[in-house]
Protein backbone atom coordinates (compact mmCIF):
# COMPACT_ATOMS: atom_id res chain seq x y z
CA UNK A 1 0.00 0.00 0.00
CA UNK A 2 1.60 3.15 -0.95
CA UNK A 3 1.63 6.37 0.94
CA UNK A 4 1.11 10.12 -0.87
CA UNK A 5 2.76 12.60 0.83
CA UNK A 6 2.98 16.50 0.58
CA UNK A 7 6.24 16.51 -0.88
CA UNK A 8 5.24 14.24 -3.34
CA UNK A 9 2.09 15.65 -4.17
CA UNK A 10 4.35 19.34 -4.77
CA UNK A 11 6.59 17.42 -7.11
CA UNK A 12 3.78 16.08 -9.46
CA UNK A 13 1.48 19.02 -9.33
CA UNK A 14 4.84 21.58 -10.28
CA UNK A 15 4.12 23.68 -13.35
CA UNK A 16 0.82 22.07 -13.78
CA UNK A 17 -2.80 24.19 -14.31
CA UNK A 18 -5.51 21.25 -12.72
CA UNK A 19 -8.60 21.39 -10.80
CA UNK A 20 -8.98 18.00 -10.36
CA UNK A 21 -6.51 15.14 -8.57
CA UNK A 22 -6.86 11.63 -8.96
CA UNK A 23 -5.56 8.92 -6.39
CA UNK A 24 -6.23 5.14 -6.95
CA UNK A 25 -8.13 3.29 -4.09
CA UNK A 26 -6.17 2.72 -1.15
CA UNK A 27 -3.36 4.90 -1.16
CA UNK A 28 -2.62 6.45 1.94
CA UNK A 29 -2.93 9.96 1.52
CA UNK A 30 -1.51 12.14 4.55
CA UNK A 31 -3.27 15.40 6.06
CA UNK A 32 -0.25 17.85 4.71
CA UNK A 33 -1.18 16.47 1.40
CA UNK A 34 -4.93 16.81 1.65
CA UNK A 35 -4.56 20.12 3.06
CA UNK A 36 -2.69 21.09 -0.02
CA UNK A 37 -4.73 20.35 -2.58
CA UNK A 38 -7.49 22.03 -0.43
CA UNK A 39 -5.24 25.12 -0.29
CA UNK A 40 -4.56 24.70 -4.15
CA UNK A 41 -8.86 24.55 -4.81
CA UNK A 42 -7.89 21.20 -6.05
CA UNK A 43 -10.24 18.47 -6.08
CA UNK A 44 -9.56 14.87 -4.99
CA UNK A 45 -11.00 11.87 -6.84
CA UNK A 46 -10.52 8.71 -5.49
CA UNK A 47 -10.86 5.86 -8.62
CA UNK A 48 -10.41 2.15 -8.83
CA UNK A 49 -7.72 2.25 -11.53
CA UNK A 50 -5.68 5.36 -12.63
CA UNK A 51 -5.97 6.35 -16.51
CA UNK A 52 -3.08 6.44 -19.17
CA UNK A 53 -1.79 9.78 -18.49
CA UNK A 54 -1.67 9.13 -14.79
CA UNK A 55 0.00 5.66 -15.51
CA UNK A 56 2.52 7.54 -17.53
CA UNK A 57 3.36 10.27 -14.90
CA UNK A 58 4.04 7.06 -12.99
CA UNK A 59 5.93 5.17 -15.36
CA UNK A 60 8.29 8.63 -15.46
CA UNK A 61 8.37 8.10 -11.50
CA UNK A 62 10.02 4.85 -11.43
CA UNK A 63 12.79 6.36 -13.96
CA UNK A 64 12.81 8.43 -11.36
CA UNK A 65 13.89 6.25 -8.61
CA UNK A 66 17.44 6.76 -9.02
CA UNK A 67 17.82 10.43 -8.13
CA UNK A 68 16.85 12.16 -4.43
CA UNK A 69 13.71 13.63 -4.02
CA UNK A 70 13.52 15.37 -0.28
CA UNK A 71 11.21 13.17 1.78
CA UNK A 72 10.45 15.74 5.08
CA UNK A 73 10.18 18.81 5.28
CA UNK A 74 10.32 21.07 8.31
CA UNK A 75 8.02 23.10 10.25
CA UNK A 76 10.77 26.08 9.89
CA UNK A 77 11.55 25.81 6.49
CA UNK A 78 13.38 23.52 4.53
CA UNK A 79 13.56 20.27 3.49
CA UNK A 80 15.45 16.96 4.43
CA UNK A 81 16.12 13.56 2.33
CA UNK A 82 16.21 11.65 5.55
CA UNK A 83 15.32 12.11 9.31
CA UNK A 84 17.79 12.65 11.90
CA UNK A 85 17.42 11.39 15.56
CA UNK A 86 17.13 14.32 17.11
CA UNK A 87 13.93 14.97 15.20
CA UNK A 88 10.62 13.40 14.49
CA UNK A 89 7.18 13.88 12.58
CA UNK A 90 4.81 16.09 13.98
CA UNK A 91 2.42 14.93 11.10
CA UNK A 92 2.52 13.82 7.56
CA UNK A 93 6.21 14.66 6.21
CA UNK A 94 6.54 18.01 8.61
CA UNK A 95 9.48 17.01 11.20
CA UNK A 96 10.53 19.08 14.32
CA UNK A 97 12.59 18.63 17.40
CA UNK A 98 11.34 16.17 19.77
CA UNK A 99 11.65 19.13 22.45
CA UNK A 100 8.34 20.50 20.43
CA UNK A 101 5.46 20.99 22.73
CA UNK A 102 3.12 18.70 20.64
CA UNK A 103 5.61 16.18 20.51
CA UNK A 104 6.38 16.39 24.62
CA UNK A 105 2.46 15.91 25.21
CA UNK A 106 2.19 13.09 22.96
CA UNK A 107 4.89 11.08 25.78
CA UNK A 108 2.71 12.01 28.41
CA UNK A 109 -0.08 10.66 26.86
CA UNK A 110 2.05 7.60 26.25
CA UNK A 111 3.50 7.71 29.92
CA UNK A 112 -0.66 8.00 31.06
CA UNK A 113 -1.70 5.20 29.45
CA UNK A 114 1.62 3.35 30.60
CA UNK A 115 0.36 3.86 34.10
CA UNK A 116 -2.99 2.90 33.58
CA UNK A 117 -2.21 -0.97 32.83
CA UNK A 118 -0.40 -0.99 35.40
CA UNK A 119 -3.15 0.03 37.90
CA UNK A 120 -5.03 -2.52 35.49
CA UNK A 121 -2.25 -5.09 36.35
CA UNK A 122 -3.01 -4.78 40.15
CA UNK A 123 -6.95 -4.06 40.00
CA UNK A 124 -6.70 -7.66 38.35
CA UNK A 125 -4.08 -9.11 41.17
CA UNK A 126 -6.52 -7.83 44.22
CA UNK A 127 -9.25 -9.00 42.22
CA UNK A 128 -11.58 -6.01 41.18
CA UNK A 129 -11.94 -6.85 37.95
CA UNK A 130 -15.00 -3.75 38.17
CA UNK A 131 -12.12 -1.12 37.90
CA UNK A 132 -9.68 -3.30 35.27
CA UNK A 133 -12.66 -3.59 32.88
CA UNK A 134 -13.52 0.74 33.83
CA UNK A 135 -9.71 1.66 33.23
CA UNK A 136 -9.96 -0.81 29.98
CA UNK A 137 -12.44 1.90 29.11
CA UNK A 138 -10.31 4.52 30.17
CA UNK A 139 -7.53 3.35 28.41
CA UNK A 140 -9.20 3.41 25.13
CA UNK A 141 -10.77 7.14 25.37
CA UNK A 142 -7.07 7.90 26.18
CA UNK A 143 -5.85 6.73 22.89
CA UNK A 144 -8.82 8.13 20.92
CA UNK A 145 -7.27 11.81 22.35
CA UNK A 146 -4.04 10.39 20.84
CA UNK A 147 -4.73 9.53 17.88
CA UNK A 148 -7.47 12.56 16.96
CA UNK A 149 -4.06 14.70 18.16
CA UNK A 150 -1.70 13.46 15.42
CA UNK A 151 -4.26 12.49 12.78
CA UNK A 152 -5.63 16.10 13.69
CA UNK A 153 -9.30 15.30 14.20
CA UNK A 154 -11.71 16.50 16.40
CA UNK A 155 -13.29 14.53 18.84
CA UNK A 156 -16.62 14.15 19.19
CA UNK A 157 -19.19 14.19 22.00
CA UNK A 158 -19.16 11.42 24.26
CA UNK A 159 -20.04 9.45 26.97
CA UNK A 160 -17.20 7.63 29.57
CA UNK A 161 -18.26 4.84 31.99
CA UNK A 162 -22.22 5.53 31.36
CA UNK A 163 -21.95 9.45 32.23
CA UNK A 164 -22.03 12.23 29.86
CA UNK A 165 -19.71 15.29 30.62
CA UNK A 166 -22.25 16.69 32.67
CA UNK A 167 -22.80 13.96 34.51
CA UNK A 168 -18.89 13.97 35.03
CA UNK A 169 -18.90 17.56 36.08
CA UNK A 170 -22.20 17.28 38.05
CA UNK A 171 -21.36 14.12 40.00
CA UNK A 172 -17.24 15.07 40.68
CA UNK A 173 -18.39 18.41 42.05
CA UNK A 174 -21.00 16.73 44.38
CA UNK A 175 -20.19 13.71 45.80
CA UNK A 176 -22.39 14.19 48.83
CA UNK A 177 -25.27 13.95 46.35
CA UNK A 178 -23.96 10.84 44.47
CA UNK A 179 -22.77 9.00 46.85
CA UNK A 180 -22.94 10.33 50.51
CA UNK A 181 -19.89 11.37 51.07
CA UNK A 182 -18.32 14.56 51.42
CA UNK A 183 -14.45 15.56 49.11
CA UNK A 184 -11.37 13.72 50.67
CA UNK A 185 -7.80 13.98 50.49
CA UNK A 186 -6.09 10.39 49.75
CA UNK A 187 -4.82 8.43 51.84
CA UNK A 188 -2.54 5.50 52.14
CA UNK A 189 -5.20 4.13 54.62
CA UNK A 190 -7.36 3.96 51.92
CA UNK A 191 -6.27 1.04 50.13
CA UNK A 192 -3.70 0.66 47.08
CA UNK A 193 -6.47 0.77 44.77
CA UNK A 194 -7.64 4.32 45.73
CA UNK A 195 -4.14 5.34 45.76
CA UNK A 196 -3.22 3.60 42.13
CA UNK A 197 -6.24 5.43 40.78
CA UNK A 198 -5.30 8.80 42.53
CA UNK A 199 -1.92 9.00 40.64
CA UNK A 200 -3.82 8.22 37.34
CA UNK A 201 -5.73 11.30 37.96
CA UNK A 202 -2.91 13.56 39.19
CA UNK A 203 -1.02 12.15 35.48
CA UNK A 204 -3.98 13.45 34.06
CA UNK A 205 -3.85 16.71 35.66
CA UNK A 206 -0.41 16.92 34.49
CA UNK A 207 -0.97 15.84 31.23
CA UNK A 208 -3.97 18.49 30.58
CA UNK A 209 -1.25 21.35 31.96
CA UNK A 210 1.01 19.91 29.21
CA UNK A 211 -1.82 20.28 26.47
CA UNK A 212 -2.24 23.82 27.68
CA UNK A 213 1.51 24.48 26.08
CA UNK A 214 0.90 22.84 23.10
CA UNK A 215 -2.27 24.13 22.08
CA UNK A 216 -2.00 27.80 23.07
CA UNK A 217 -0.98 29.97 20.42
CA UNK A 218 0.47 33.24 20.23
CA UNK A 219 -2.59 34.82 20.97
CA UNK A 220 -2.91 32.90 24.17
CA UNK A 221 -5.94 30.95 22.42
CA UNK A 222 -6.73 27.08 22.70
CA UNK A 223 -7.10 25.38 19.46
CA UNK A 224 -7.88 21.80 20.54
CA UNK A 225 -10.31 22.65 22.88
CA UNK A 226 -12.13 19.06 22.60
CA UNK A 227 -9.20 17.53 23.74
CA UNK A 228 -8.47 20.30 26.70
CA UNK A 229 -12.04 19.32 27.17
CA UNK A 230 -12.10 15.32 27.26
CA UNK A 231 -8.47 15.90 29.62
CA UNK A 232 -10.79 17.81 32.14
CA UNK A 233 -13.69 15.15 32.03
CA UNK A 234 -10.93 11.87 32.06
CA UNK A 235 -9.60 13.89 35.72
CA UNK A 236 -13.28 14.38 37.06
CA UNK A 237 -14.00 10.47 36.32
CA UNK A 238 -11.08 8.81 37.91
CA UNK A 239 -12.35 11.21 40.97
CA UNK A 240 -15.45 9.36 40.74
CA UNK A 241 -14.06 6.21 40.29
CA UNK A 242 -12.35 6.87 43.95
CA UNK A 243 -15.24 7.12 45.33
CA UNK A 244 -17.08 4.45 43.88
CA UNK A 245 -14.72 2.55 45.37
CA UNK A 246 -15.06 4.09 48.60
CA UNK A 247 -18.51 3.68 49.07
CA UNK A 248 -18.16 0.08 47.68
CA UNK A 249 -19.51 -0.35 44.52
CA UNK A 250 -16.75 -2.13 43.06
CA UNK A 251 -17.54 -4.95 45.24
Known amino acids: MSLLTESELR ?3 KNTDI ?19 HDKNIRLVIVDTLG ?9 EKEDEGKIFPRYKCIQ ?10 MTQL ?15 RGRLDSLQSKILE ?3 LASKLKNEGVAKDLEEILT ?20 LGMSENDLREMSHNPKKYF ?31 GFKAFKNIDGEITRNDIMKYLNRLSSCLYIMMFRFQSGKYK
Do not use: W
Request: net charge neutral; glycine share 6%.
Open 11 to 13: RQL
Open 19 to 37: KEFEVAKGVIITPSAKQYL
Open 77 to 86: GGYLEGKPEY
Open 180 to 210: NMEHFMPSYKMGEIVVALNSIRSNTREVEIY
Open 52 to 60: VDKQCDDKI
Open 119 to 121: VQV
Open 141 to 160: FVRNILRAEVLEEKLPEFYL
Open 91 to 105: YGDKLVPKDHRRIEF
